[in-house]
């Protein structure tokens, strides 16, 4: 069992930055790959950034030099800095946590960000 606790969400202007956070608990797995998705309404749920365990970074190309992630293994928490939010960004984020042991995927609850004009 893994549990993933978002925070950070909210609304800010456009132009403006916002870091959101995700803390992995688990006494089973040894969490791998971590990382953050979105969904806006009427779309699907896309890929935003990754990150392993050796601080490798993917990054979608539309957040590129925008957003940063990161993670701190001691605690299992991954960041995702968001800067010159666009109101495009606005969507429900989702932490995704993936662990050594299983080929399975454990998402967060989601948490809305939002960004106005």
């Known amino acids: 069992q893994v549990q993933l606790v978002e925070s950070g969400g909210g609304l800010v202007q456009a132009g403006g930055s916002l870091t959101l956070s995700c803390v992995a608990s688990t006494t089973l797995f040894t969490i791998n790959h971590m990382g953050w998705y979105r969904q806006a309404p009427g779309k699907q749920r896309d890929l935003v950034a990754t990150?392993?365990?050796?601080?490798?970074?993917n990054y979608a190309d539309s957040v590129k030099g925008r957003f940063t992630i990161s993670r701190v293994n001691a605690n299992n928490t991954v960041y995702l800095q968001m800067n010159s939010l666009e109101p495009e960004d606005t969507a429900v984020y989702y932490c995704?946590?993936?662990?050594?042991?299983?080929?399975?995927?454990?998402w967060g609850r989601g948490t809305q960000v939002t960004v106005s004009s």
């Open positions: 995704n946590v993936r662990v050594v042991e299983r080929g399975v995927n454990y």
């Open positions: 990150i392993t365990r050796d601080m490798t970074t």
